[in-house]
């Protein structure tokens, strides 16, 4: 399979050319066909046999597989998928209250970044993925959940940091020759790489953006985001406030909230200060559990102050429901088997 070309990735006209097609209309029937979650070629009745033979000989359509299945009782599902090096990662599907589907996929396998909070930081990085590896966890999903609504870039991994992969899969997912998924339905999240901000602000894609805030108190956030050193947040502010300006965009500010640590009438104040000027919505986030970690969910009460601090002061705030939790599928979970380490 190694030798094979793989497709997912590739819009008609890249399908045309590493294929040699002819004639050019076959490289959108492929694309579409991918699209729609075809998994062989033989699928594709409207390509003739002999081509379908010639293409099974020099291509694949999926460089990734499924490896183990998940489901919450509350709906959510986990798929652990393995890539062609027998490295894994993990993708996630949430379905909210009104049942929006949501694709929450990985963009690397493992983070260099080491949130404190985050299982997924334990890890280390094992390697950027590809863009093909990036539809086939929305495809994957897409197979197993039906037609999904959003994509979210809130998996394994910092997306400023494969941005250009990122860049490539959106342009496949949203191509209209295929899944036609709106860029106003897929977000990036990222802990606060300044330069990637800027980049996304003037190269796009034009998606949502969310930033990982967890807390604006400098010397906290240090401690449990170590990317604050070069990301200091009077800075990560003016790049916030410039993608603002130069999208049109309102940006979410996420915070894992950590009973004791941020979760404070001063931790509030902090954050409202850091708000303030700026079209910004707050999605806050109780800490989902990890066994490995240091910290402690805050109570319901806890939350709720937090919450009435922020909405005093003017803030847009949704308290985000826990989901998935039990199957190791919530945020900051991702990465819990043991069979996935990049150490």
Same mark, same amino acid.
């Given at each position: 399979?190694?030798?094979k070309i793989?497709?997912?990735g590739?819009?008609?006209q890249e399908i045309?050319e590493?294929l040699s097609?002819s004639?050019a209309?076959r490289g959108?029937?492929?694309?579409k066909?991918?699209?729609?979650g075809?998994?062989?070629f033989?699928?594709? &009745?409207?390509?003739?046999k002999?081509t379908r033979?010639?293409?099974s000989?020099k291509?694949v359509?999926?460089?990734?597989? /499924?490896s183990?299945?998940l489901?919450?009782?509350?709906?959510t599902v986990k798929?652990q998928v393995?890539?062609h090096?027998g490295?894994?990662?993990?993708?996630?599907?949430l379905?909210?209250?009104?049942?929006r589907?949501?694709a929450c996929?990985?963009?690397?396998?493992?983070c260099?970044?080491g949130?404190a909070?985050?299982q997924?930081g334990?890890?280390?990085?094992?390697?950027?993925?590809s863009?093909?590896?990036?539809?086939e966890?929305f495809?994957?999903?897409e197979?197993?959940?039906g037609?999904l609504d959003?994509?979210?870039f809130?998996g394994m991994?910092?997306?400023?940091?494969?941005?250009?992969?990122?860049r490539k899969a959106?342009a /496949?997912?949203?191509?209209?020759e295929?899944?036609?998924?709106? &860029?106003?339905?897929?977000?990036?999240?990222?802990?606060?790489?300044?330069?990637?901000?800027?980049e996304l602000?003037?190269e796009?894609p034009q998606v +949502?953006?969310a930033?990982?805030?967890?807390?604006?108190?400098?010397?906290l +956030?240090e401690?449990l985001?170590?990317?604050t050193?070069?990301?200091?947040l009077p800075?990560?502010?003016?790049?916030?406030q410039?993608?603002i300006?130069? &999208?049109?965009k309102?940006?979410?500010?996420?915070a894992?909230?950590?009973?004791?640590?941020?979760?404070?009438r001063?931790?509030a104040?902090?954050?409202?200060d850091?708000?303030s000027?700026m079209?910004?919505?707050?999605?806050l986030?109780?800490w989902?559990?990890?066994?490995t970690l240091?910290?402690? &969910?805050?109570?319901s009460?806890e939350?709720?102050?937090?919450v009435?601090?922020l909405e005093k002061a003017g803030?847009?705030?949704?308290l985000?429901?826990?989901r998935?939790?039990?199957?190791g599928?919530a945020c900051?979970?991702?990465?819990?088997s043991?069979a996935?380490?990049f150490?």
């Open positions: 399979m190694d030798e793989s497709l997912s590739m819009t008609p045309n590493a097609l004639p209309f959108k029937q492929i694309f066909w991918i699209s729609k075809a998994e062989s033989d699928e594709m &009745t409207n390509i003739d002999a033979l010639s293409l000989e291509a359509i999926f460089s990734s597989s /499924v183990k299945v489901e919450d009782p509350d709906g798929l393995t890539l090096d490295r894994m990662i993990e993708t996630v599907l379905t909210d209250r009104d049942g589907k949501t996929v990985s963009c690397q396998a493992g260099a970044m949130c909070f985050c997924t334990t890890l280390g990085l094992g390697r950027n993925l863009a093909g590896e990036i539809v966890q495809l994957h999903l197979k197993k959940s037609v959003n994509i979210v809130m991994g910092e997306p400023m940091q494969n941005l250009s992969a990122i959106v /496949v997912l949203s191509d209209k295929g899944r036609n998924l709106s &860029t106003r339905r897929i977000t990036l999240s990222t802990c606060g790489l300044i330069k990637g901000i800027h602000a003037d796009g +949502r953006l930033v990982s805030l967890t807390t604006a108190d400098p010397e +956030r401690k985001m170590p990317v050193k070069g990301n200091p800075e990560l502010k003016k790049a916030i410039y993608y300006e130069k &999208t049109g309102r940006v979410t500010l996420e894992a909230l950590l009973s004791g640590q941020n979760t404070s001063e931790s104040r902090r954050l409202i850091f708000a000027g079209d910004v919505y707050i999605n986030i109780p989902n559990p990890v066994a240091p910290f402690t &969910t805050p109570s009460s939350c709720r102050s937090f009435q601090e803030l847009k705030v949704n985000r429901m826990r998935g939790e039990k199957i599928g900051g979970q991702l990465g819990s043991k996935i380490s150490e």
